[in-house]
Structures are given as structure tokens and as C-alpha cells.
């Protein structure tokens, strides 16, 4: 657990190049589900930095588990420098770290407990290949890094990718609208920000912020030269991203969001092409990226209706590609050659169904959990159920949404209903509970819960939140309660969400102060 600095990579770094498995976590998180996080991972060692002591002292404590809390680099620098001779020592082949274990990345699943998604070398170094091919990383690069770092989307788009590519990142300790539009506009010249990596929800609170800030017709205009002639990309995901964000960020700042598609098991896996710009189409994720295999195929059966299959990205890293000679144009675009194989025809070319991938960047198996084979998340024959529906037609990949009304994205947050309304249940005064999903501006869905209390109990969302809150991050609780006498069930006694939803949808949206 160490802050959004180079604390973070340094001790990432040290883990690796010891040969072991990292387990980013966040203060976000309350002390119980740290503790499961280092249960379930088996994590011999906790690292913080001394920012995040406090929180987790008690916790190692409670664990009996070793906790190392980074010292000031100043006090190091010495000792490192009198140990020079030592550094060789450090660090195993590049043939040992491949199919090694690298990272597991927890995520929330139909289920009440996350799973940690086993991230290797391989896959990362995959994933890295990928994106420098598709989106042109080079080491020109400024990014200003924004996202939490124990998800993949800031883990790799933002920090370790750049880092490949011998990027300059600067970082934030979270992200903070005014902050980060005082770097995407800021003068200094060492400083000019070129990159920016943010989920949806961050774009709505900057342009919110642009209404309030930059109304002046002067200031709009720097604004847009200066975003427009400064950012070499920007994208947008984790998230479906609306169109109405996307037209106006165009309409702003003369950039075209880049959308793409990804999740913690695949890493990134659609997204539309770097170049040329206007090829970017809104409310679509694009085509595979290097060496990322997608099918669509039919709900329940899961017969494969199209299969689109992108060629290998090089991996090789060299001076050239990053351009650091000048042999190279870096202008040149990003662009994949992608092969489609139309498993049934279709008279008008296009598909629906359940996403599948296949690829070196997806995963084999969440750790602690059975292998690929035996598991219901891959099909027979090795490929990776997204449980996200999509269709595919004019050569374009769209999601459609989740098959499970389970999941919630929350800001670009995957959130199990599951898992909250199991945090729920334990209120004393809780006697059924059932959590959803409800379409939000600012962060494209928020948690929603119906509850219904039990005999002369009383309670306000405050009071269930506070409950709630030992268990559950911040970004999971809910925002909105209905207290209801008696909660639609089905014939075998289901939470019926879709009859939750009509009934009670429109009292569970979040009233805008
Ligand atoms: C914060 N809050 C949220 C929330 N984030 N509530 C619901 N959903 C969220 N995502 C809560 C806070 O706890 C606080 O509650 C209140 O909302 C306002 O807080 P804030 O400080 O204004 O919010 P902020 O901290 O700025 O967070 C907004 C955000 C953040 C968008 C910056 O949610 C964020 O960093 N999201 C990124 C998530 C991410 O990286 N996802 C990638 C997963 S990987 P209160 O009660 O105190 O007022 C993946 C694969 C892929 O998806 O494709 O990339
Ligand atoms: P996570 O499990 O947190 O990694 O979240 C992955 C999920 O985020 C995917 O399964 C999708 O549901 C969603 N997602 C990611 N990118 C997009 C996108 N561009 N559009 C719609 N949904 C997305």
C-alpha cells in the first residue's frame, strides 16, 4: 500500500526483481477487507509507505504478519551508493520471469468475495507490446497519472506501459478535477502533460469543472490550442463512455477521445485506432488489439458467430521503436491488421452475443481458485467468458452492456451487488436487502439499494452507510435507499432485480444537489 509516487514503483520493483508477487492494495479499502485481501493472497510481507502506517500497523498486527514501511529515500541513498558492488546480485533472467507470477489484481465477480486475477510477466509483457504497437508509447511521453493503482487500468495503461517506453510520468495523488486541469494546462515547459489515461466519470468532473471555470470566450480558446496542440492521446475507459461526453471533449479541447475496452482478467482488449483520429466512432470499442483474439457468440449455447483475430504486435523494445533514433517516424499510425471469420452468415453482416476473448495477455486463473479448464469462465476450448454482451457490425466491436444485473461499474469501479447486499444483511436493523445499479450522469451508474427493515427498527442511509462502511470501500456503498414493506421475489424466491428496477427505479436516482 504505497502512495500514487515513486514509492509505489520502487517497491513494486523490489518485489519483482526478488522474485515475488505483488498485491497492490488501497487505503480505500477498510481494515476487513485488507485483511482478506492478505489472507486470500498469502502475502508473507506488507509493504506501506509511511503515509499509510497507521492504517495498516493494526492490521499486520492482528495478522502476525512482518509489515516493511518504506523510509525516506534520502536515508537509503547512502547505503545504496556504499553498496553498488551488491546490485548485480539482484534480479533473475528474462527466461525466469515468463510464465512467473507477477501481480494479482482483485476483482469483484457474481460472487460475494473478489478473486485475484494471476497477472505473469508474460502477460504484462504482452499487454505492454500491444499497446506500445496500437497507441505509439514512446519516450517522449509526458502522462500525468491520475488512476488507483490497484486496478489494471492505471496499473498498465498509465504506469507500467509508459514506463516501457521510458516515459516521464507525473503523478497525482489522486485525482482532483482542478489539479488536473492546472497540469493539462500548466506553462512549464519541463511539464507539458501529452498523455492522460482516465475512466469516464473523470471526463464528466472535468468538463464540469470546464463550465464553471472557463466560460470566457478567451480562455476557451487557450484551453482548446493548448489541449489540442499538447496531447499526443487521450483516452477514455473502464467504462462505457456516453456520447454526449464524447462530443463535447471533442467540442472543447478538438481531441477525440480514444475508447477502449478492457478488464482486469484481459488487460486491454478492443480499441479504436490511434490514427487516423476522425476513424474513432463514438460509443464503439473498435477491433482487437495485436494479438488479442474476440467472438461473439450466442447467449446460453455460446455457438461462435464471428471470431475477428488481430495480428502479433513485435515484441521486441528497441531505441527505434521508441524513438530515441531518428530512424523512425513516429508519426506513423497504429494500425492492426485484423482477419474476420464469419462462423454463421448474417444478411446484414452484424452480431450480438457474450464476448469472448483469447490471447497471451488473458489470464489462466484467479489465484486460490480452480484452473482455466475446469472453470464455468472459460468455455471448453480455451476461451475467456467477458460475461459483457457485444455486437459486432461495420467492422466494429460495441459493448452492449453486462449478461449479470449483479455487476455495477461505479465510476469506472466494478462492484459486486452480491457483496454489498451481504455487507447489508448485517445490520441489525436490516431484514432483506437488495442492491442495483441506477444510470447516473456523473458516474455512469451508481450503487442503489431497497431495503426492508425489520419490526420497529428505523434508518436513515447515513446510519446504514456507517455500518456498511467496515466493510465495504467508499466507492461501493450505496448512494440512495428505499425502505420498502415487502420485496419483489420470484417463484423460487429470487431477488427479482428486473421487477425491483420498474417498480422502484425512478425513487433510486440520485437527487443532484
Ligand atoms: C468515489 N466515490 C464514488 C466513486 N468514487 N462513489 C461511487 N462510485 C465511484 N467510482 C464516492 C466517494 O467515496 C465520496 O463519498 C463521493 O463519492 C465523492 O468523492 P470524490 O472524492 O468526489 O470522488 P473521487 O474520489 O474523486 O472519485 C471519483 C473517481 C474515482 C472517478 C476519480 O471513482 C476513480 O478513481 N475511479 C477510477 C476507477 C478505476 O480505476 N477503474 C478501473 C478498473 S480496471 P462520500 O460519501 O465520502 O461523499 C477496468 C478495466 C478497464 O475497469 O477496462 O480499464
Ligand atoms: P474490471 O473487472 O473492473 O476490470 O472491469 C471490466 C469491465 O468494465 C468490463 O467487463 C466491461 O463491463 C467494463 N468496460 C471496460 N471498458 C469498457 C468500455 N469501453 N465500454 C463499456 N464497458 C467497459
Known amino acids: 500500500m504505497c502512495s500514487n509516487d515513486a514509492s509505489h514503483v520502487v517497491v513494486q520493483w523490489a518485489i519483482w526483481m526478488t522474485g515475488n508477487i505483488a498485491v497492490p492494495l488501497t487505503p480505500l479499502h477498510p481494515a476487513d477487507m485488507i485483511k482478506y485481501f492478505i489472507m486470500d493472497s498469502g502475502s508473507s510481507l506488507i509493504i506501506c509507505s509511511e503515509q ?24 537509503q541513498e547512502k547505503d545504496v551508493q556504499n553498496k553498488t558492488d551488491l546490485l548485480s546480485d539482484v534480479g533473475h533472467s528474462n527466461k525466469w520471469y515468463g510464465g512467473t507470477e507477477a501481480m494479482l489484481i482483485y476483482t469483484s465477480g457474481t460472487t460475494s468475495k473478489p478473486k485475484g486475477v494471476v497477472w505473469t510477466h508474460s502477460m504484462l509483457s504482452a499487454q505492454i507490446a500491444a499497446l506500445h504497437a496500437a497507441w505509439r508509447y514512446c519516450a517522449a511521453d509526458v502522462v500525468l497519472h491520475t488512476l488507483p493503482l490497484h486496478h489494471i487500468h492505471g496499473q498498465l ?32 515547459k519541463e511539464d507539458r502533460v501529452s498523455v492522460f489515461h482516465g475512466v469516464p466519470a473523470m471526463y464528466a468532473r472535468l468538463l464540469a469543472d470546464y463550465d464553471n471555470m472557463f466560460q470566457d470566450p478567451k480562455t476557451a480558446e487557450y484551453v482548446r490550442t493548448t489541449l489540442s496542440s499538447r496531447m499526443r492521446l487521450m483516452c477514455a475507459g473502464s467504462a462505457p463512455l456516453p456520447e454526449t461526453l464524447f462530443k463535447k471533449w471533442e467540442e472543447i479541447s ?9 478488464m482486469s482478467e484481459v488487460g486491454m482488449a478492443l480499441s479504436n485506432p490511434y490514427r487516423p483520429a476522425e476513424a474513432r466512432t463514438v ?35 528497441s531505441l527505434e521503436k521508441l524513438g530515441l533514433t531518428s530512424t523512425k517516424d513516429l508519426e506513423e499510425d497504429g494500425q492492426q491488421n485484423s482477419k474476420v471469420t464469419e462462423h454463421e452468415p448474417s444478411d446484414d453482416g452484424s452480431y450480438e452475443g457474450e464476448l469472448l476473448l483469447k490471447g497471451p495477455a488473458v489470464f489462466t486463473r484467479y489465484w486460490n481458485r480452480a484452473p482455466n479448464l475446469n472453470s464455468p469462465d472459460f468455455t471448453p476450448d480455451g476461451w475467456f467468458r467477458t460475461g459483457d454482451t457485444a455486437s459486432f457490425s461495420d467492422g466494429k466491436f460495441k459493448i452492449l452492456g453486462r449478461t449479470s444485473v449483479d455487476i455495477i461499474k461505479s465510476g469506472g469501479y466494478k462492484v459486486s451487488a452480491l457483496q454489498v ?5 448485517e445490520h441489525p436493523s436490516i431484514q432483506d436487502a437488495a442492491v442495483l ?9 451508481i450503487v442503489a439499494s431497497v431495503v426492508v427493515l425489520k419490526e420497529n427498527t428505523k434508518l436513515t442511509l447515513r446510519e446504514l452507510n456507517d455500518e456498511a462502511g467496515k466493510k465495504l470501500a467508499p466507492y461501493q456503498l450505496p448512494k440512495t435507499m428505499l425502505v420498502v414493506d415487502v420485496m419483489p421475489r420470484n417463484a423460487m424466491g429470487k431477488l427479482d432485480k428486473k421487477l425491483i428496477k420498474k417498480q422502484f427505479g425512478d425513487k433510486l436516482v440520485l437527487k443532484k444537489a
Not at 447486499?421 to 444483511?425: C, G, K, P, V
Request: aromatic share 4%; charged share 20%.
Open 283 to 317: 460509443s464503439c470499442v473498435g477491433l482487437p488489439l495485436p494479438a488479442v483474439a474476440a467472438r461473439v457468440a450466442a447467449v446460453g449455447t455460446l455457438r461462435p458467430l464471428v471470431s475477428v483475430e488481430a495480428d502479433a504486435p513485435d515484441m521486441q523494445i
Open 157 to 188: 495503461n498509465s504506469l507500467n506501459a509508459s514506463l516501457a517506453a521510458g516515459a516521464r510520468i507525473r503523478m497525482l495523488p489522486s485525482f482532483v478535477s482542478h489539479a488536473v486541469w492546472s497540469r493539462l494546462l500548466g506553462a512549464d
Open 421 to 425: 447486499e451481504s455487507a447489508l444483511l
Open 52 to 75: 499509510f502506517e497507521k492504517v495498516i500497523q493494526p492490521v499486520a498486527k492482528e495478522l502476525s504478519k512482518p509489515l516493511l514501511i518504506t523510509t525516506q529515500a534520502k536515508d
Open 254 to 262: 478538438g481531441i477525440r477521445l480514444l475508447e477502449r475496452y478492457g
Open 437 to 445: 445499479g441506477i444510470e447516473d450522469d456523473s458516474y455512469g451508474e
